[in-house]
């Protein structure tokens, strides 16, 4: 437990450098965070289609290279930077699944199946990463917190309570978000 606790204060040592202004920080950083970041890019890849092109490794590159372009960013914990890193992945894959969309001409979106444990509201149905991309997009117009908690909780895979942390909310409203968000979704991206 002191190890992990150990980890996140170095991690947060260097978010703070980096914010800060000392690029190189950034490049000690990644080896701290390369293996959750491994396991996140990983989960969005077992979502995606067979025969997906991408790879895990190519995923991190590409989002390492999204995060390097963050500016001005107050880092409040770990738990923040892996939600940034989870919005960098999301918009790789999104971008992605929009190019091959257009390369099929007519074809359908990239479906992304949806893990029942973290999105029960489907169950087991598949869905088109761009409409949902596109969903989200406009649950942020009316509220954004809803669309950060399914981003956070379904992208990322933070907990309840990690999402709470991030988005500074109780865990209470991050389930009632959750919940309603989840509904919300499914109606719009079943029309």
Not at 14 to 30: I, K, P, V
Not at 99 to 116: Q, V, Y
Not at 146 to 175: C, D, H, M, N, W
């Given at each position: ?11 947060m ?38 025969g ?54 007519g ?23 761009i ?61």
């Amino acid at each position: 437990m002191e190890h992990s606790a150990d980890k996140s204060r170095e991690i947060m040592r260097m978010l703070h450098e980096w914010s800060d202004g000392r690029r190189e920080a950034l490049e000690d950083l990644m080896p701290l965070v390369y293996n959750e970041l491994r396991r996140q890019a990983s989960r969005y890849l077992r979502r995606e289609r067979i025969g997906h092109t991408l790879q895990t490794t190519a995923l991190i590159h590409e989002a390492y290279l999204k995060l390097i372009e963050q500016r001005d960013v107050n880092w409040q914990n770990r738990a923040h930077f892996f939600g940034i890193a989870a919005q960098a992945m999301r918009r790789i894959l999104v971008d992605y699944a929009k190019t091959r969309h257009r390369e099929k001409r007519g074809g359908a979106g990239e479906n992304l199946p949806l893990d029942e444990a973290r999105f029960i509201a489907f169950k087991e149905k598949s869905i088109d990463l761009i409409a949902l991309d596109e969903a989200l997009t406009q649950l942020a117009k009316f509220d954004d917190q809803q669309a950060r908690v399914v981003e956070l909780r379904y992208f990322s895979g933070l907990s309840i309570e990690e999402t709470a942390e991030v988005l500074k909310i109780s865990p209470a409203t991050v389930k009632r978000d959750w919940t309603i968000a989840k509904a919300w979704l499914k109606q719009e991206i079943g029309k």
